[in-house]
């Protein structure tokens, strides 16, 4: 199983929008709504930010929201704040010998 | 809170083999899945097997299948994932991760911990 494809960098400036993409296969991303994101200050522990497709655990803003459309799920996070910056990764159930594929993380820049 | 903290960075030798520990607290220990998942330099993460603490079973990666051992200590609320025949491409950071309350996916993650093989 290959990894998710994820854009290597998004950037945007305080306030606006940034979307990430992350691109699987019709036996991960586009079999399943087992997708999840994680924001990852490098040094701590990554955090969960979106499960199931677009769900939010409790106390994660709705600035982060998640969808998915065929083979390629995105996170979308609103209203982008300093605190942002950080390596966003997306993962998806696979089934078969391996269970889970994550995809290739994205930097996020704030301007 | 649910807190995962593991153990403390390693350095190994080729063929060597390392086990790296993930104590859990804040819930109920034998409920949850335990994850592990790799991430080497310049690569993405990589899942490698998760064990179920309540009956005990677990399943690996075929990546990892002949080379890994995960196991739990329920009197210490701790999991242990030992990979043996060590290589320089192991060199990474090992994550444990709880599965979420909700599913199977990784809900709380530990901290990291930086194995380097090097001879």
């Known amino acids: 199983q290959s990894a998710l494809t994820q854009p290597p960098s998004a950037s945007g400036s305080p306030g606006q929008s940034v979307t990430i993409s992350c691109t699987g296969t019709?036996?991960?991303?586009?079999?399943?709504?087992?997708v999840s994101w994680y924001q990852h200050h490098p040094g701590k522990a990554p955090k969960l930010i979106i499960y199931?497709?677009?769900k939010r655990p409790s106390g994660v803003p709705d600035r982060f929201s998640g969808s998915k459309s065929g083979n390629t799920a995105s996170l979308t996070v609103s209203g982008l704040q300093a605190d942002d910056e950080a390596d966003y990764f997306c993962c998806s159930y696979a089934g078969g010998n391996n269970l889970y594929v994550f995809g290739t993380g994205t930097k996020v820049t704030v301007l | 809170q649910v807190q995962l903290v593991q153990s403390g960075a390693e350095v190994k030798k080729p063929g060597a083999s390392v086990k790296v520990s993930c104590k859990a607290s804040?819930?109920?220990?034998?409920?949850?899945?335990i994850h592990w998942a790799r991430q080497a330099p310049g690569q993405s993460l990589e899942w490698m097997g998760w064990?179920?603490?309540?009956?005990?079973?677990?399943k690996y990666s075929q990546n990892f299948r002949d080379r890994i051992a995960i196991t739990g200590d329920t009197s210490a609320n701790t999991v242990y994932m030992e990979l043996s025949s060590l290589r320089s491409e192991d060199t990474a950071i090992y994550y444990c991760?709880?599965?979420?309350?909700?599913?199977?996916?990784?809900?709380?993650w530990g901290q990291g911990t930086l194995v380097t093989v090097s001879s």
């Open positions: 991760a709880r599965t979420h309350d909700s599913g199977s996916w990784p809900g709380y």
């Open positions: 064990i179920n603490l309540g009956i005990r079973s677990t």
């Open positions: 019709s036996s991960d991303v586009g079999a399943y709504n087992y």
């Open positions: 804040g819930y109920t220990f034998t409920i949850h899945n």
């Open positions: 199931e497709v677009s």
